[in-house]
């Protein structure tokens, strides 16, 4: 199993930046695709980024490019999601995942889950 533990939300202006934390513990080798959900008040569950353990691939969500990045320290098993130029409508629960496929589908492909950490953009 991969426990998976997330840190670094709260409450930020617009244009604010933030860096969410996932640290992953347990048998971290079978996961071969580490991602980042969010849900907000009334969305579906959407995938912001995703980015393959092995390295050379990373996803986007539209709503997000050019604004967060996720990355990956493999000798931490942690992975980030760095977020600059925040928007009110980036309030949601984010929610770390990890899948035993590669980064091929939405919500349904990932196997393990954190528990959530809060962001809150005012405007």
């Known amino acids: 199993q991969v426990q998976l533990v997330e840190s670094g939300g709260g409450s930020v202006q617009a244009g604010g930046s933030l860096r969410l934390s996932c640290a992953a513990s347990g048998n971290t080798y079978t996961s071969r695709c580490m991602g980042w959900f969010r849900r907000a008040p009334g969305k579906e569950r959407e995938k912001v980024a995703d980015i393959y353990s092995g390295g050379g691939y990373t996803y986007y969500a539209d709503s997000v490019k050019g604004r967060f990045t996720i990355s990956q320290d493999k000798a931490k098993n942690t992975v980030y999601l760095q977020m600059n130029s925040l928007k009110p409508e980036d309030s949601a629960m984010y929610y770390c995942?990890?899948?035993?496929?590669?980064?091929?589908?939405?919500?349904?492909?990932?196997?393990?889950w954190g528990q959530g950490t809060q962001v809150t953009v005012s405007s």
């Open positions: 995942a990890a899948s035993v496929r590669l980064c091929s589908g939405g919500y349904r492909y990932f196997d393990y």
